[in-house]
């Protein structure tokens, strides 16, 4: 974080007239970071709370603190209150933003934002100074963290936008104010929350509120949603399509391989080129596409943003294959819902190996729509060829007991050590095994224990 001076960034926090030109270059939530130059932001919490530590923090040099409501010793003159403490840090995000010019690529969507960000990153990052999100700090706490890393030097910056409620977004984006968005698809997560896909589709369409006229918006164009959706005058779409040669960006002749997928690039406004990335399922040639598009509509050379794209690395627990004494294991266990379940297992079935594998677990947040949702996986995992089934979760089992009437070998676990066992007990040098759950399964565990005891 490059210094600000406090009255530039606690506007709207401090009352009109606030002066003071003291240099900030740290807003930090942790009272252990705390240090003279800072701003410490009390956020309360089920173990901690942050307005206990807020009085040690102006004695250890903090110039401001901000609160929810009054504490006592902590004179209201070195104080700041606002109810809620994510707006504060959305607030002093959007007004540290705003001291900066780098080109900012906003992604949000219901599957692959992640990966989505993470190709943006390897197509553009050769073109400058660029930062992006780290890990899943993709809300309103999260996003201005990343705010807060820009610098002078920054030219460019890729901000992952993710939300569970209307208006989430609008805010988020607004704070950003992204040069160029990605809306990567729009599923059924947070369904429970916002009761339609067509309301997951208003909500995500929300990154145009912190767009400028004439910016481009790159959308999915196989996707139903947003091909139906009225977008606002302002911005300009671009379409990308797995197939569709009447979109703006296109692939064709689709390939998956033993490294990732090989495709033809179609794009309007550029030469047909072969791409190839290292990531594997047609569903990340969707990402890549979304990629390419976000980074050439921002006007750098094509040939160079796919290079880029060439030296994609996955990150945490997405689609890493791991090879362990002659399995292969597709680790994707850091998220899962309905639409990326079946872009995982149809990846899967164009895997080379001898027998498929899969460890399958609880999609979480999914509301009334849970029951069916786990049972259409159970059946997804027969039409796409799992020879044998895991699942763990209380969820799972339907997906275990769909897979069975459907003809797969199928087992429903209870603990992390039976799955670990079940697999240990059946796969053989040649097979390949995927792991798939939301990430509160915690089926890294699983693996832990198959790996350490592998023979």
């Given at each position: 974080?490059?210094?600000?001076?406090?009255?530039?960034?606690?506007?709207?926090?401090?009352?009109?007239?606030?002066?003071?030109?003291?240099?900030?270059?740290?807003?930090?939530?942790?009272?252990?970071?705390?240090?003279?130059?800072?701003?410490?932001?009390?956020?309360?919490?089920?173990?901690f709370d942050g307005h206990d530590f807020?009085?040690?923090?102006?004695?250890?040099?903090?110039?401001?603190?901000?609160?929810?409501?009054?504490?006592?010793?902590?004179?209201?003159?070195?104080?700041?209150?606002?109810?809620?403490?994510?707006?504060?840090?959305?607030?002093?995000?959007?007004?540290?933003?705003?001291?900066?010019?780098?080109?900012?690529?906003?992604?949000?969507?219901?599957?692959?934002?992640?990966?989505?960000?993470?190709?943006?990153?390897a197509a553009i990052a050769g073109f400058?100074?660029?930062?992006?999100?780290?890990?899943?700090?993709?809300?309103?706490?999260?996003?201005?963290?990343?705010?807060?890393?820009?610098?002078?030097?920054?030219?460019?910056?890729?901000?992952?936008?993710?939300?569970?409620?209307?208006?989430?977004?609008?805010?988020?984006?607004?704070?950003?104010?992204?040069?160029?968005?990605?809306?990567?698809?729009?599923?059924?997560?947070?369904?429970?929350?916002?009761?339609?896909?067509?309301?997951?589709?208003?909500?995500?369409?929300?990154?145009?509120?912190?767009?400028?006229?004439?910016?481009?918006?790159?959308?999915?164009?196989?996707?139903?949603?947003?091909?139906?959706?009225?977008?606002?005058?302002?911005?300009?779409?671009?379409?990308?399509?797995?197939?569709?040669?009447?979109?703006?960006?296109?692939?064709?002749?689709?390939?998956?391989?033993?490294?990732?997928?090989?495709?033809?690039?179609?794009?309007?406004?550029?030469?047909?080129?072969?791409?190839?990335?290292?990531?594997?399922?047609?569903?990340?040639?969707?990402?890549?596409?979304?990629?390419?598009?976000?980074?050439?509509?921002?006007?750098?050379?094509?040939?160079?943003?796919?290079?880029?794209?060439?030296?994609?690395?996955?990150?945490?627990?997405?689609?890493?294959?791991?090879?362990?004494?002659?399995?292969?294991?597709?680790?994707?266990?850091?998220?899962?819902?309905?639409?990326?379940?079946?872009?995982?297992?149809?990846?899967?079935?164009?895997?080379?190996?001898?027998?498929?594998?899969?460890?399958?677990?609880?999609?979480?947040?999914?509301?009334?729509?849970?029951?069916?949702?786990?049972?259409?996986?159970?059946?997804?995992?027969?039409?796409y060829g799992v020879d044998f089934l895991?699942?763990?979760?209380?969820?799972?089992?339907?997906?275990?007991?769909?897979?069975?009437?459907?003809?797969?070998?199928?087992?429903?676990?209870?603990?992390?050590?039976?799955?670990?066992?079940?697999?240990?007990?059946?796969?053989?040098?040649?097979?390949?095994?995927?792991?798939?759950?939301?990430?509160?399964?915690?089926?890294?565990?699983?693996?832990?224990?198959?790996?350490?005891?592998?023979?």
């Amino acid at each position: 974080m490059d210094k600000i001076s406090a009255s530039v960034l606690l506007k709207g926090l401090a009352p009109e007239g606030f002066a003071d030109e003291a240099a900030i270059d740290l807003v930090t939530t942790d009272s252990r970071e705390v240090r003279p130059g800072c701003i410490f932001v009390a956020f309360p919490g089920e173990k901690f709370d942050g307005h206990d530590f807020a009085a040690k923090a102006l004695e250890e040099g903090a110039e401001y603190v901000v609160l929810n409501h009054p504490v006592k010793d902590v004179p209201a003159g070195k104080c700041f209150l606002c109810p809620d403490s994510y707006r504060a840090m959305m607030i002093m995000g959007a007004n540290y933003r705003r001291q900066f010019s780098p080109k900012v690529v906003g992604v949000t969507g219901s599957v692959g934002k992640t990966t989505t960000k993470q190709m943006t990153y390897a197509a553009i990052a050769g073109f400058g100074n660029t930062i992006k999100t780290e890990g899943n700090q993709n809300n309103e706490l999260g996003l201005p963290r990343t705010m807060f890393r820009i610098g002078k030097e920054t030219e460019y910056a890729v901000v992952e936008m993710g939300m569970s409620h209307r208006g989430e977004i609008e805010r988020l984006s607004r704070c950003a104010r992204p040069d160029v968005g990605i809306i990567t698809c729009i599923g059924v997560s947070h369904i429970g929350n916002l009761g339609s896909q067509e309301n997951i589709c208003k909500a995500k369409l929300e990154i145009c509120e912190g767009l400028p006229n004439g910016a481009p918006l790159v959308l999915n164009g196989d996707d139903p949603f947003l091909r139906a959706a009225k977008l606002p005058e302002h911005v300009h779409p671009v379409w990308f399509s797995l197939g569709d040669e009447n979109a703006d960006v296109c692939a064709l002749n689709i390939r998956q391989e033993d490294d990732g997928m090989t495709f033809t690039l179609e794009d309007r406004e550029e030469d047909t080129t072969e791409v190839h990335i290292p990531a594997m399922g047609r569903h990340n040639v969707a990402n890549a596409l979304a990629a390419y598009a976000a980074a050439t509509r921002l006007g750098l050379n094509a040939k160079r943003v796919i290079a880029g794209l060439s030296q994609f690395q996955q990150t945490g627990m997405r689609q890493k294959v791991v090879h362990s004494k002659g399995v292969d294991v597709i680790e994707d266990c850091y998220n899962a819902n309905p639409d990326s379940m079946k872009a995982a297992l149809a990846m899967f079935k164009e895997y080379p190996c001898k027998r498929r594998f899969a460890l399958l677990g609880d999609m979480l947040e999914l509301g009334e729509i849970s029951p069916e949702a786990h049972e259409t996986v159970g059946k997804q995992a027969a039409e796409y060829g799992v020879d044998f089934l895991v699942a763990y979760g209380p969820e799972a089992k339907r997906t275990a007991q769909a897979a069975a009437a459907a003809g797969v070998e199928a087992r429903h676990v209870d603990t992390y050590r039976e799955a670990a066992e079940l697999l240990l007990a059946r796969m053989q040098p040649g097979d390949a095994l995927l792991v798939k759950a939301s990430r509160g399964m915690a089926l890294e565990k699983v693996l832990e224990i198959f790996y350490n005891e592998q023979k």
